[in-house]
């Protein structure tokens, strides 16, 4: 059974610039988050989908900051336009519903300078 | 707000030494609390996942406990090996909403 699938894995790129990230949720989940993890803040929540509809985006630091979940097997984070505080590791998850009692399944996250 | 708090931030045992890592939580008001592992470069595993009606959970060397009251829990590692070297988080899901709520873990390194 594949994991949640992330790519790119490392993205460096020059301020201003437009970043795009991307996520495979696990086939079968009925949730989607995405979290931005630095040394300083640690994990924060971002965003999260329910049923592909965005429930929550109060994580989600600025208006430079969207994220769409068009269909349940894809999700993107963009960036628009980039700066280097945005300098992170953006995660993303998914889960069944928590009725189930089961947790939260990350990729392997996307490793994002901005320089 | 919920706050989740891990102390310490990192530490350091000889092979062999069973260990006890803590998570406080400030609102009692959670649905699950949940364990994970994280190597270096890598993304988190679940490791135990304990529902607010049970008060623990174990998992081979593993043992999670659940103490809502006084909000706490511990993850509780027998006979600690090297590979048990990476950062651990707890994270206590919310009964208001489907978010989880992360400590900021504690970096455990596994002397051989």
């Known amino acids: 059974d594949a994991g949640v699938i992330q790519s790119p894995r490392h993205e460096v790129t020059e301020m201003g610039q437009e970043v795009t990230l991307r996520c495979k949720p696990i086939s079968g989940h009925d949730y989607l988050f995405w979290y931005r993890q630095t040394m300083m803040r640690g994990l924060e929540l971002l965003i999260y989908?329910?049923?592909?509809?965005?429930?929550?985006d109060s994580g989600m630091p600025e208006d430079r900051f969207s994220a769409k979940m068009p269909n349940a097997s894809f999700s993107t984070l963009k960036i628009q336009p980039s700066e280097p505080r945005d300098s992170a590791v953006y995660f993303c998850a998914s889960s069944r519903h928590r009725g189930q009692g089961q947790p939260q399944h990350f990729g392997d996250g996307t490793r994002l300078s901005i320089l | 707000k919920q706050e989740v708090t891990q102390i310490p931030a990192a530490l350091s045992v000889p092979e062999g030494e069973n260990l006890v890592l803590n998570c406080s939580f400030t609102?009692?008001?959670?649905?699950?609390l949940q364990w994970f592992r994280q190597d270096p470069g890598k993304g988190l595993t679940s490791l135990l996942l304990?529902?607010?009606?049970?008060r623990e959970q174990t998992s081979g060397r593993l043992n999670a406990s659940l103490d809502k009251s006084s909000g706490r829990s511990t993850l509780y590692i027998a006979a600690s090996q090297p590979g048990d070297s990476a950062t651990y988080l707890c994270a206590g899901g919310m009964n208001r909403d489907d978010k989880i709520i992360f400590g900021k873990g504690t970096r455990l390194h596994i002397l051989p």
């Open positions: 609102d009692s008001a959670i649905y699950n």
């Open positions: 304990i529902q607010s009606s049970q």
């Open positions: 989908f329910n049923n592909n509809v965005p429930i929550d």
